[in-house]
């Protein structure tokens, strides 16, 4: 089994900045990808942004050039650093790990944008 628990929500103002974490424990042995999704009230899950062997990344459009992903394999961490946060971020943001042919998600953290 793999576990995921991710850290690093909360309120933050337009405008400012968050970094989200998330460790993965258990069974893994080769990560293929992870990334962070989010869900908003009353729309589908959606995907913020991915990252795969060789580090190759990808953004959704409305999070390029204010969100950055990255990963440390000696952790089997992922990290979310969001910047220039707008009200349409606020969302329950998921880590999602996919190994050995499985997707893995955490529980979720809530970012909440507002003033």
């Known amino acids: 089994q793999v576990q995921l628990v991710e850290s690093g929500g909360g309120l933050v103002q337009p405008g400012g900045s968050l970094r989200l974490s998330c460790a993965a424990s258990?069974?893994?042995?080769?990560?293929?990808?992870m990334g962070w999704y989010r869900q908003a009230p009353g729309k589908q899950r959606e995907l913020v942004a991915t990252?795969?062997?060789?580090?190759?990344?990808n953004y959704a459009d409305s999070v390029k050039g204010r969100f950055t992903i990255s990963r440390d394999n000696a952790r089997n961490a992922v990290y979310l650093q969001m910047s220039s946060l707008k009200p349409e971020d606020t969302a329950v943001y998921y880590c999602?790990?996919?190994?050995?042919?499985?997707?893995?998600w955490g529980q979720g953290t809530q970012v909440t944008v507002s003033s």
């Open positions: 258990g069974s893994i042995f080769s990560i293929n990808a």
């Open positions: 990252i795969a062997r060789a580090d190759y990344t």
């Open positions: 999602n790990l996919v190994t050995s042919g499985r997707a893995y």
